[in-house]
């Protein structure tokens, strides 16, 4: 077998066939010792149309509430949107959605279930409120298994949490779904911002194609959301602008987004959701 | 049920060597269960047959067999080498380790030091051993 070829990284739905071959995954001992997981993947995905991964490189910026909400906004829009947490070690958007006493139904792989009109997968139906502290090639074998049995079916988006920075989970994606397109959350401060031009540098070198940035707790209250090229933060990182890299905007930083988690229904009403709303008409 | 999943990749893989390397026949998979993630082998079994009817013909004729592989760790900490067997877990934790055999370190435990910082270091899940067949 053969690694994938470096294909262009921008999404249509001839990207999907034929699926990629993946490199194999050895095992100690004599034999060929396949893992066939990998090969279930795109069947896995096919018939989702946009696969986007929510990412950013700093702990706290609010990837995890950006990419619950962006999935409850695209469902209440009608959209068939699906959210997949990988970020095993900081799981958190169950507790963004509320999802407690949910748990995947069986059927041929796991089927996740839904939640306010997304459908929700997440390590943490495994873990139990417990910590999860797995190595690097842990984390690869628990990603590949969750994309190998969970039964998506028709999805017109699906929204994945990343955990912070390019990292195993972060490389696995963008192997194993090639089609993936970034949607990267930073704040105002000049530290996230400084990380946040790395990795879009990094991102283009590895033919990721980027929605655009979002930048989050933007401190200036009553100010109207900006997306497009009017951008702060599309200016600041991309002073030759972009197609692409226009399709940003600000989020205001939302005192009231803490009492709102948990409840999706709280949370469509927030000031954060209807920021969010208004980039993400621009960008989908 | 999610052990169909599992049996459909097993299919896929062992389909997608046949086209590759050309063959006339697939005779033999050898397929691994380990211990830990503890499939069903009935059902796996049974999800291979209907998988090769309804998906796969150019299997048909090809025999799976089933390989058991204890599962074995070792601890990064202290060194300890142990088994499954001497570990406790719940019937809730071992149906999330089935499901995620990663789950292991949040639910399990280094025997001597208590660390969930161990190796799995054989046992794991399923992969195919071997395939044989004519070309």
């Known amino acids: 077998m053969t690694l994938p070829p470096d294909q262009s990284r921008v999404p249509s739905p001839e990207s999907l066939v034929p699926c990629p071959e993946f490199g194999v995954a050895g095992k100690a001992g004599g034999g060929m010792n396949l893992d066939p997981r990998p090969s279930v993947i795109c069947a896995r995905l096919k018939k989702i149309k946009r696969v986007i991964a929510v990412t950013g490189w700093k702990g706290g ?3 995890s509430v950006t990419a619950a909400v962006l999935a409850l906004i695209l469902g209440k829009k009608g959209h068939r949107a699906g959210l997949l947490d990988l970020d095993f070690a900081g799981a958190s958007a169950h ?4 999802a407690d006493g949910l748990f995947p139904k069986e ?3 796991l089927e996740p279930p839904f939640i306010s009109g997304v459908k929700f997968m997440s390590v943490s139906f495994f873990s139990k409120k417990k910590a999860v502290p797995l190595r690097g090639a842990n984390i690869s ?18 929204i994945i949490d990343m955990p912070p920075g390019i990292n195993d989970a972060a490389l696995d994606i963008i192997r194993l779904i090639p089609r993936t397109e970034v949607l ?5 401060s000049v530290m996230a911002r400084a990380v946040l031009e790395r990795s879009l540098d990094l991102y283009k070198r590895l033919k990721v194609p980027t929605l655009g940035v979002i930048e989050n707790m933007t401190p200036q209250p009553g100010r109207p959301p900006k997306a497009g ?4 933060m599309a200016r600041s990182v991309w002073p030759g602008g972009g197609v692409r890299q226009n399709l940003a905007g600000d989020i205001r930083f939302d005192p009231k987004l803490e009492a709102a988690l948990g409840s999706p229904e709280k949370l469509l009403k927030t000031i954060f959701a209807a920021d969010l709303e208004k980039i993400s008409r621009a960008i989908f | 049920m999610h052990e169909w999943a599992l049996a459909e990749s097993v299919i896929k893989t062992a389909a997608e060597h046949f086209k590759k390397e050309k063959l006339k026949k697939l005779s033999e998979a050898g397929v691994v269960f380990g211990e830990l993630q503890a499939i069903d082998k009935e059902i796996f079994s049974f999800a291979l047959e209907e998988l090769v009817k309804a998906e796969s013909k150019i299997l048909t004729g090809c025999k799976f067999k089933v390989i058991d592989e204890p599962a074995a760790f070792k601890c990064r900490v202290c060194g300890k080498e142990f088994t499954l067997k001497s570990l406790k877990k719940t019937a ?7 499901f995620i055999p990663e789950m292991a370190h949040t639910f399990l435990k280094c025997p001597k030091c208590s660390s969930p910082d161990f190796e799995i270091t054989a046992g794991r899940g399923v992969y195919i ?3 044989t067949g004519e070309k």
């Open chain 1, 61 to 63: 910026i609010g990837k």
């Open chain 1, 95 to 98: 507790v963004v959605l509320g």
């Open chain 1, 107 to 109: 059927e041929k792989g």
């Open chain 1, 141 to 158: 074998d628990a990603i590949i298994e969750l994309l190998a049995i969970t039964q998506w079916g028709e999805l017109d988006f699906l």
């Open chain 1, 184 to 188: 990267a959350v930073t704040t105002p």
């Open chain 1, 229 to 232: 090229p009017q951008s702060k």
């Open chain 2, 92 to 98: 809730a934790e071992a149906e999330y380790i089935h």
């Open chain 2, 129 to 131: 051993k071997y395939l």
